[in-house]
């Protein structure tokens, strides 16, 4: 049981060396049996309804165990650091009229908690899919990336995006959706604490791989006006999906694996921003809907979903898309405008880290974000890894060994030191 719970592998990028899709996701690199997927339906949550919910209040909640910081280190390699064991708990909570579900863990059996209390980071994953049976908050994989902090002395937090295993559509990529819910999770997660009586420092860092680095830095555009009360002292990112045009434009002109991206990224905006089908024909649409990222009761979207452009969009949409000019997608040019990421005045420190071999999200293409990120006052710490991918540098899974790990946790306990 405690290996379903916190002992999540990765393996390589799925994408083809010659991939320059810049939006793949942490969830495509998670291994993961289909008899790990828990459908949500069968969770028994206990249910508070005693009052109207705001944004970040718990519907429900359900305690899962707590375990020892030595059950923990014999169930991940000896390399990876666990400093404590903690506690896990489900939530389901209210999110911008919506709602979502998250996974917190809380350390227990630390030789010296905090004088101040503990700080929550939460880890915003990657791309999983727009099914509800992708979603990953009440599984081995929500506790994989939610004790990535939880047992290095934080509050550790990861949510699903509204949409997956809640009611309505997942609109991918959709960073003010996104990120408020990352918001959101922090605000349930110091109900949680309250009731609890756990003592918490009333800091709080956010942290995000690909599609997770994306809904990390809206979260930091959107906590001064959405959230002011939250004291979010910083943020950190690695390879984020930009959601500039230019940067997906190329992507439709080659064969290869990273067509599942632009294959998601059309269908979910076709849905949430209303408009024709993007397909070559009726049968795309329900193999997306059926499929995640990773192998359940279904073979993964990438084995099913042909590679070639000609094969999974219409002629039109291709044409479209390579001029940059939607009249007949207008949905599309809705989407890149909404949710490119653009400067923003900075409330807390920004670090991105990029592998400079990373084919999913590249590192010109990174450099093209913060070039455009700081010409607002952002101030960010652009950190270039030399060597490194996609998945192999901070912010994905306890069980998952990181070259920069160590360095990133590092510097959020600066910035939540008393």
Known sequence: MLALLIAVSSRACTSSEDSVSPDAGAGADAQLDASAMDAHADVDLEVDATAPCSNGCILASKSIGTFSREEIAAAVPPTVVVENGYAIYWLTFV?????????????????????????IAVNNPGTVGVADKCAVAFTLTGSGLSGYFGAR?????????PGLGTGGFHPYLDGEVDGRASLDAIRATQELLAD????????????????????????????????????VVGYAVVGPASVFLEHWQPGLG??????VYHALLSHSWSKVYIGPSPFVDGTIAPLIDDHCFFATNTPALESVLSQKPAEIFSAKFLTEFSAGTFTAFGFM?????????????????????????DVVVTEPATA???????????????IVVPGGGHTDIAFSYLASPQSHTDEAIAWFDSLTSP
């Open 254 to 259: 080659f064969d290869g694996s990273h067509l």
């Open 333 to 357: 040019q809705t989407g890149f405008s909404k949710n490119r990421l653009q400067a923003f005045d900075q409330a807390a420190p920004i670090r991105i880290y990029q592998g400079d071999a």
């Open 153 to 161: 002395g934080y509050i550790g937090v990861t949510i699903d995006y």
């Open 368 to 382: 093209e974000l913060v070039a455009e990120l700081q010409k607002g006052n952002a101030k960010i710490e652009y």
């Open 95 to 119: 999110t911008n009229g919506r709602t979502a579900n998250a996974t917190v863990t809380i350390p227990a059996g630390a030789a010296q908690p905090p004088v101040n209390g503990w700080s």
């Open 196 to 231: 609890l009586g756990t003592v918490y420092s009333g800091k709080a860092v956010v942290a995000g791989l690909s599609q997770g680095g994306h809904a990390t830095l809206f979260a930091a555009s959107e906590q001064p006006t959405y959230a002011p009360e939250l004291n």
